[in-house]
């Protein structure tokens, strides 16, 4: 990413917690912004090109990176829930999306990865599982419930 390219950008700054900015894809982080917009509520970004911290062959230590961790700010005129940031993702066309409930203060991580369509879910445990019918219903069955009172 050129200083330029953050121009492009509506959401986001090159200020974010992006790792290092310049190894940042711009089609990606278009792509992101655009994301960000359809489910109007700010993101904030808590990693993005890295060399550590993440799985072997992680998405996250490609140059250019297309990869980003984060999470959607609860506020008063915005809580995005699990669901509607996961389908709204698959409409924005992203190849790899993974979520974590944390405790109930899930975060999300989203990728254009080369090679088949991934999806995901890590239990508070850490156990990763794909998403399917069955863990679909089982763990985002319960975050949605938590957001139903909100």
């Known amino acids: 990413m050129k200083t ?3 121009k492009k950008l509506r959401y986001f700054t090159e200020a974010e917690a992006w790792g290092n900015p310049e190894k940042m894809s711009l089609p990606f982080l278009l792509k992101l912004d655009k994301w960000r917009g359809e489910l109007n509520s700010p993101f904030i970004i ?3 090109s890295s060399a550590s911290g993440h799985l ?3 998405q996250h230590y490609l140059t250019p990176c297309a990869a ?9 005129k915005s809580t995005v829930s699990p669901l509607h940031c996961f389908f709204a993702a698959l409409n924005c066309g992203f ?8 405790n109930g203060n ?3 991580h989203v990728d254009d990865r080369n090679g088949p369509f991934a999806s995901w879910i890590r239990d508070d445990s850490g156990t990763y599982h794909p998403l399917n019918g069955d863990t679909f219903k089982k763990y985002l069955g319960e975050i949605q419930l938590a957001y ?3």
């Open 4 to 6: 330029d390219d953050w």
């Open 68 to 76: 980003v961790d984060g999470y959607f700010e609860k506020t008063a």
């Open 148 to 150: 139903a009172d909100l």
């Open 46 to 48: 808590t990693a993005a």
């Open 106 to 108: 899930w975060f999300i």
């Open 95 to 102: 190849k790899g999306i993974g979520l974590y409930p944390n």
């Open 56 to 58: 072997k062959n992680s």
